[in-house]
């Protein structure tokens, strides 16, 4: 618990930001997480929203990424805080489960992850 607590702490300040850098080709212009393309079609598109088949894509296939930005589009809009808020909990989620996972592996052992 203390990993994922010290993980919404350490980007809490991020929740007022605005978007940034690839934010805005990856989110707010990219067809596929504002939802004005068929689900159907993250399979086939690159992370930025264009076809894998084309050769100016660069491959980077991550449905499930745009898949949650296009659940969080549907449901907060272009609304940055809501996707920063979902990051910081997704991160959060994560560390709980990786420190869990490897302390199973570890059979109880005092071995620290932090």
Do not use: E, M
Request: aromatic share 14%; net charge neutral; hydrophobic share 45%.
């Amino acid at each position: 618990i203390l990993c994922a607590l010290l993980s919404l702490g350490l980007y809490w300040n991020t929740h007022s930001n605005d978007f940034a850098y690839d934010d805005y080709a990856a989110i707010v212009y990219n067809p596929d997480t504002r939802g004005t393309t068929p689900v159907g079609d993250l399979l086939k598109n690159d992370f930025w929203g264009q076809t894998l088949a084309l050769a100016g894509s660069n491959k980077s296939w991550r449905p499930l990424t745009v898949l949650s930005f296009r659940i969080n589009h549907t449901f907060h809009g272009l609304n940055p805080s809501a996707f920063h808020v979902w990051n910081n909990v997704l991160n959060a989620i994560t560390a709980f489960i990786a420190v869990f996972t490897l302390s199973s592996l570890q059979n109880g052992s005092s071995f620290s992850y932090l």
